[in-house]
């Protein structure tokens, strides 16, 4: 009985439908059936268990029950996680190793990506300031820092002024160069810093190798967003700052400057030969040589502003063993307060500073240099001892660049000139009379007339040495700063002239001088004549001047004064040969 209701009860797998239920009745018959081919075929025919619920977490939170062995997951919070690791990752990979350096022509200069919210450009001109350009809008912008100029470069340009003509092609190269190293280096430095700091937080390499790819995402959208953006026109306005704040009124329209910018690349690779033909030609100087006593006098003039001035500055009291420089004003271009900086190097040149007002001079700027190291400020009169020499000066009583005050003109020179002859006589009485008497305009120190032999000035922008009628030579300096650095705006860029003087240390007689003239802003000419007054010419009976002499160029050897009218000379090349 038992035996029969066994074989009533079915099989828990053999099929309900009669054809397979035989066939199932003969594999179970067939013995040396593989199991393996009874287990596939069990398989398909057992129906899947029923989860197995934690039945502890199933009563304390019935709504969020887990099955034994899930993890429960949250792929929001993940991939938010993974998100900051890589942004923050690429970020500290910009900030720490994402920037290169790269040549530029005759510069070396470096290029970074740094992250931001608005995009542009910056370009860091030393010691200039910055300028800042719209370019593009995208969350990176791009640093371009001018480190130095390199001397091995520059002295291969000016050993071959040929390359001159190829310069633009080799900067264009020099820095498509340098924008595709930058973006390899870039994508480098993004991907390492996202992997490096979720390997630090996740400690898992796959997340690690995540997070580097979409920091590389990320820079490769953002380049993206550049191109879309990119402004070509955004050089037409700049924003300035530092000594470049009042950029519009020194350098001129930008449109002006960029329309023509194929003449001003050329000056400006140019320029950097100037110092350097400068010390060749020195060489080649005749004639005169002047006595270890000798006092050596450096005159310069209307700098306005171009920090170019300093270099050439320094390099002459380097070069000529200089005892005192004496500038006649104009230092500055509208003697603002912001610019007073710019006069910051006047304590560093290597001689005493001697210094008189221009009329683009604020009493401001006066004061900025009143009390500084090595700088001695004169005005109304006032005489001081410097390097062996009585001076006295007088500040120009007209501050042009405020547009509220009318210029006063010619007699305001006049009544200022009068002044500082007033003081020479009182200082002649008194037994101390003065070597040089110093103003910025010819026309007031024109006053000083028979009261000093030497008399120097600026103001005209181009030199001019005569002898006035009482018997003091006069001599205007031209512009030791090209016209400032609103040259540029001119077709024909002005030279840069400065005067070394020397003088008798007992008599405090001028023996000779040095016309320094440097060809301006890209002209790679440099020129030095030496030139000797009529008293110190060999032969000649000394007196206590010469006859007048106007000088309108450099020589190519010793010139002494004729009895009147201009001094034709030949120009000295580079080389130091006639042309």
């Known amino acids: 009985m038992a035996r029969a209701a066994r074989s009533r009860t079915p099989h828990p797998d053999t099929p309900r439908n ?15 059936l593989p199991a393996a081919v009874r287990r596939a075929y069990r398989s398909r025919r057992t129906p899947p268990a029923a989860p197995v619920f934690n039945p502890s977490r199933s ?3 019935p709504a969020s029950a887990t099955p034994l062995g899930a993890a429960p997951r949250r792929p929001l919070r993940s991939a938010l996680g993974l ?107 993004v991907a390492s810093g996202a992997m490096a700091l979720s390997l630090a937080v996740h400690r898992r390499p796959r997340r690690a190798l995540a997070a580097g790819g979409l920091a590389l995402a990320l820079l490769a959208a953002s380049a993206g967003t550049a191109y879309a953006t990119w402004n070509p026109q955004s050089v037409l306005e700049p924003k300035f700052s530092g ?7 020194v350098v001129g329209n930008a449109r002006n400057i960029v329309s023509e910018f194929n003449v001003y690349q050329k000056e400006l690779a140019r320029l950097v030969t100037n110092v350097t033909k400068l010390y060749d030609a020195t060489s080649t100087l005749p004639v005169y040589q002047p006595e270890p006593t000798t006092i050596r006098v450096l005159h310069v003039s209307d700098i306005h502003l171009n920090p170019a001035g300093w270099r050439i500055i320094a390099s002459l009291v380097k070069q000529y063993r200089i005892n005192v420089i004496i500038d006649t004003g104009d230092t500055m271009d509208h003697g603002s307060a912001a610019e007073n900086h710019f006069l910051d190097p006047v304590s560093t040149l290597g001689a005493p500073y001697v210094w008189v007002r221009g009329n683009h001079d604020s009493r401001g700027t006066q004061k900025y240099l009143t009390g500084r190291a090595h700088v001695t400020v004169l005005d109304h009169g006032k005489a001081a001892r410097v390097a062996g020499l009585r001076l006295a000066g007088v500040g120009d009583p007209q501050f ?34 003065v070597d040089i008497a110093l103003a910025h305009n010819p026309t ?35 512009s030791t700063g090209g016209g400032g650095l609103r040259a540029v705006q001119n077709k024909k860029p002005a030279p840069v002239e400065a005067s070394v003087l020397y003088l008798d240390r007992t008599t405090k007689r001028l023996q000779a001088w040095d016309e320094i003239t440097l060809g301006g802003l890209g ?23 010469g006859s007048p002499h106007h000088s309108s160029g450099p020589s190519s050897g010793p010139s002494s004064e004729p009895s009147s009218g201009p001094l034709p000379r030949p120009t000295r090349s580079p080389s130091g040969g006639p042309r």
């Open 18 to 32: 009669p054809p397979h239920r035989l066939l199932f009745t003969w594999l179970h018959g067939v013995p040396a």
């Open 523 to 545: 002209l790679s000419r440099a020129e030095v004549s030496r030139h000797l007054p009529r008293e110190n010419q060999p032969g000649a009976t000394p007196s206590p001047s």
């Open 400 to 433: 042009t660049p405020d547009r509220s005050v009318r210029a006063a003109g010619e007699p305001a020179e006049r009544t200022a000139g009068g002044k500082l002859a007033d003081s020479l006589r009182t200082q002649r009485l008194a037994g101390t009379p």
């Open 243 to 249: 000594l470049l704040s009042s950029a519009p009124s």
């Open 444 to 478: 007031a120190v024109t006053e000083a007339d028979g009261l000093a032999p030497l008399a120097l000035a600026g103001h005209l922008h181009h030199r001019e040495i005569t002898t006035l009628p009482q018997g003091t030579r006069l001599m205007v300096e031209g």
């Open 83 to 189: 998100i900051s690791v890589a942004v923050l990752g690429a970020w500290l990979g910009l900030v720490l190793i994402g920037g290169v350096h790269a040549p530029v022509g005759p510069m070396d200069t470096s290029m970074a990506l740094r992250p931001s919210l608005t995009g542009g450009t910056r370009i860091d001109v030393p010691p200039l300031g910055d300028l800042e350009l719209n370019s593009h809008y995208a969350p990176v912008s791009l640093d371009v820092d001018v480190d130095r100029l390199d001397p091995v470069r520059s002295r291969a340009l000016v050993d071959h002024p040929e390359r001159f003509a190829g310069l633009q092609d080799e900067v264009t190269r020099d820095v498509t160069r340098g924008a595709l190293g930058l973006a390899l280096h870039s994508g480098i430095a």
């Open 59 to 61: 009563l304390a939170h």
